[in-house]
């Protein structure tokens, strides 16, 4: 005797599929709300003081450097005569708490008489910006002097080499951050590595710094082998032929600025030198005002010397 199965009735089918579109949508929500995590930017203080200067209205007074002229007048006796804004560097101030106190108060305590003689007067921002924001200003400003007291390019002092003995931590910083300048790398990836401008068209669009989770993802953990691939060929290994390897080739193929292969511009032991500096920075974090201010008295006295 042959026993027959119940057919499904519409009413089950009808649930099956249900649940099939169900979990299609679940499975297509949960991969959006995924990109959109890995998409979120990723910030240092660096490159948080970098938009600040410009949302907090810094630029319309202090310009961006580079002899860009901003007026203002002086009251000399009952006259007032011509006297520029100074830029953010024309002080030459590399203490963090001085540069806090300015952006704070509008003033420092020892300059309050020659600030009441200007016709425009820095305005305080301490009630307008938390104080994490306020020194992440301070980190962008003490960070971005480096160019004017190291140089950039040519300009920069050449890194010396490790002979015998492994370079001390801060010994690594000098030699790397000589490199860094002469080759061009602060110029994408930002000052000390932390974190570069606009590039449209890449996953993220902006170009990465050496710290945090966005260098890890694309150089396998900080792996050394990655990262010399990466300077040799200005392209990831295993991110591209991993399981994303056809996503990420897409964005890397489809950026606006894509990175340059320095494998005939820097010597081996260069690449190695760099792969340390890079490593030691990524180790750091992302660098703090206060630690910016540490790396910029150090670069000054190895410069002096």
């Not at 000390?192 to 068209?201: A, S």
Request: hydrophobic content about 35%.
């Amino acid at each position: 005797m042959v026993t027959r199965q119940p057919a499904s009735s519409p009413a089950n089918a009808g649930k099956i599929l249900a649940v099939v579109l169900l979990a299609l949508l679940a499975l297509g929500l949960g991969g959006t709300i995924l990109l959109q995590v890995e998409k979120q930017p990723e910030y240092s203080p660096v490159s948080r003081g970098a938009k600040l200067i410009d949302t907090a209205g810094c630029l319309a007074c202090h310009g961006r450097g580079d002899g860009e002229k901003r007026f203002n007048l002086r009251l000399r006796g009952d006259k007032w005569a011509p006297k520029n804004n100074p830029t953010f560097w024309d002080g030459e101030i590399t203490k963090m708490d001085r540069l806090v106190e300015w952006i704070a108060n509008g003033v420092v305590a020892d300059e309050v008489e020659k600030h009441k003689k200007l016709f425009i007067q820095m305005p305080a921002y301490k009630d307008r910006l938390k104080p994490d924001e306020i020194e992440a200003i301070a980190a962008w400003i003490l960070a971005e002097g480096l160019k004017i007291t190291q140089g950039t390019g040519p300009t920069a002092k050449p890194a010396t080499l490790p002979t015998g003995s492994p370079l001390s931590p801060d010994q690594l910083l000098v030699s790397g951050d000589r490199l860094s300048r002469r080759s061009g790398c602060y110029q994408c990836h930002g000052e000390l590595g932390q974190g570069g401008g606009p590039n449209p068209g890449s996953f993220k669009g902006y170009i990465p710094g050496f710290f945090g989770q966005d260098f890890l993802e694309l150089t396998a953990n900080g792996d050394r082998a990655e990262i010399l691939h990466w300077i040799d060929h200005g392209r990831g290994l295993a991110i591209e032929t991993g399981l994303t390897g056809k996503f990420a080739k897409r964005y890397f193929d489809g950026q606006a600025t894509p990175m340059p292969a320095y494998r005939d511009q820097l010597t081996a032991p260069e690449k190695e030198l760099l792969v340390d500096y890079i490593l030691q920075l990524n180790k750091s974090g992302p660098l703090p005002a206060r630690e910016i201010e540490r790396i910029v008295t150090l670069l000054d006295t190895a410069a002096s010397h």
